[in-house]
């Protein structure tokens, strides 16, 4: 059964730093393109970033390139996302996903406020 939990998600000030996890199983995860997805509230899905299976490919949407950085350890089957200089924009329940597998995560919540 496939399973993806993310984790870290939290309350940060502007220009704080966090850094999401996403703990997978019941797939070979190396094998699989994983991404970052959010939505912000009233607002529809957001692809954040994506990363290849060896990690050696990885693509971010504009609005977030310089800041946050995606990750992933194929021995802990775990894929992560390390997001500095947050701002309000940010704000918004965080998913990772398998889009080759149609699976996702229960989701993460990041609250950016001062």
């Known amino acids: 059964q496939v399973q993806l939990m993310e984790s870290g998600g939290g309350l940060v000030q502007p220009g704080g730093s966090l850094r999401l996890s996403c703990a997978a199983s019941g797939f070979t995860f190396s094998q699989y393109f994983m991404y970052w997805v959010r939505q912000a509230p009233g607002k529809g899905l957001e692809w954040v970033s994506g990363i290849s299976g060896g990690g050696g490919r990885t693509h971010y949407t504009d609005s977030v390139k310089g800041r946050f950085t995606i990750s992933r350890d194929n021995a802990k089957n775990t894929l992560f996302l390390q997001m500095n200089g947050l701002k309000s924009e940010d704000m918004a329940v965080y998913y990772c996903?398998?889009?080759?597998?149609?699976?996702w995560g229960q989701g993460t919540q990041l609250i950016v406020s001062s």
């Open positions: 996903i398998c889009k080759d597998l149609g699976s």
